[in-house]
């Protein structure tokens, strides 16, 4: 799974964009390309959106992250300098194995979400687009200086991200990589991997909600690479806006909309973030920054009158209409008050319903609650709803289960 992200999607008029390694068989593909994070990206090919949408739940899509940021951790004390920013247990992974994190600030705000793999002697880390800038600067200052936990920071800026989703990703990667165990590959987990004679990092994991790989690959192979998945009967490309409409459907958060500086991991439904060796009273308690402010209003889960609790939580929302509800929608209660906003929303193709992620008091965070949505005028009725809205397909062993996390 790689997070993409919604912050400063546009840069100034007199930025040139940057391109990926695969520019040019975008162009090639007649993706329709948009300014997105600094880069030109594809937002959609001749397929359309929703046909791209519903191949990746069906068949297997073929995305473009290049974007995203990846860098090494390098070092014996990689992990537990990590653990110094985020509020995971990174020291306990175990070699290969994959974890979902949160950069923290002081205030105990989300300045990113990232995906941490062990790779043995070195971490691979991935960061959203529009803030691996701030990230890398973010990780050099706090772990590469002069005592500090003392790993080195190497910026993979000659890689480029692929990421292959769908539930034919597998016999795909069967196909191409035989005498690797796929069927025994799973979810969270990583191999280094050879495919047509290019090396490759891949993990199997991805932001779509389905099964699938995310494969890093140098910039000088990432072409040849994509031609020969491309060339698979059951992959299409897939643009930037499908890649939204996946994700959001999986009720997976976008930095910049969903989750920011603004938000806890507390108020952000991400406490399955915070592992238990982080909390009060595991072996590795605290130590991350804003982990007073964090760990007060996890506490204050059980003590909902405290004065630690959160007064806003972020919840799933489904439209009782078909009329989708952009973010930036207000949210409305009973009486008509404004008790929050939409920070994301769609019309699902899978769901077959308007979807949304959004912000609303604690008194309105139970499933089956009713609010108002106002939209250019209208007031949409909608519902408080558990995620994932389309069951996730994750492989964590014989068969592939639905998981809510990523």
Partial sequence: ?????????????????????????????????????????????????LQEHLHARTKAGLFDVSHMGQMKLVGPTAAEGLELLVPMDIVGLARYQQRYALFTDGAGGILDDLMVTHCGDYLFVVVNAACKVHDTAHVRAELGGPGKPGCDIVELDDHALLALQGPAAVDVMARLCPGVDTAGWLFMTARDVVVDGMRCFVTRSGYTGEDGFEISIENRCAERLARLLLAQPEVAPVGLGARDSLRLEAGLCLYGNDIDTHTTPIEGSLVWA?????????????GF???????AQLAAMREPSSRDAVTKKRVGLVG???????????LVDADGNEIGRVTSGTFGPTAQRAVALGYVPPSHAAVGTTVTALVRGKSVAMTVAATPFVPNHYYRGRAPISEGRP
């Avoid at 390694?21 to 990206?41: I, K, N, Q, S």
């Avoid at 238990?276 to 605290?286: D, L, M, N, P, Q």
């Fill in 289 to 295: 920054p804003g982990d007073r402010r964090i760990l």
């Fill in 1 to 49: 799974m790689t997070p993409a992200s919604a912050t400063s999607t546009t840069p100034a008029a007199t930025t040139p964009l940057l391109k990926t390694a695969l520019h040019a068989l975008h162009v090639e593909l007649g993706a329709r390309m948009v300014p997105f994070a600094g880069y030109e990206m594809p937002v959609q090919y001749p397929m359309g959106v």
């Fill in 320 to 330: 009782v209409e078909r009329t989708p509800v952009r973010e930036g929608s207000v």
């Fill in 274 to 286: 915070i592992s238990k060796a982080r909390r009060t009273g595991g072996a590795r308690a605290g």
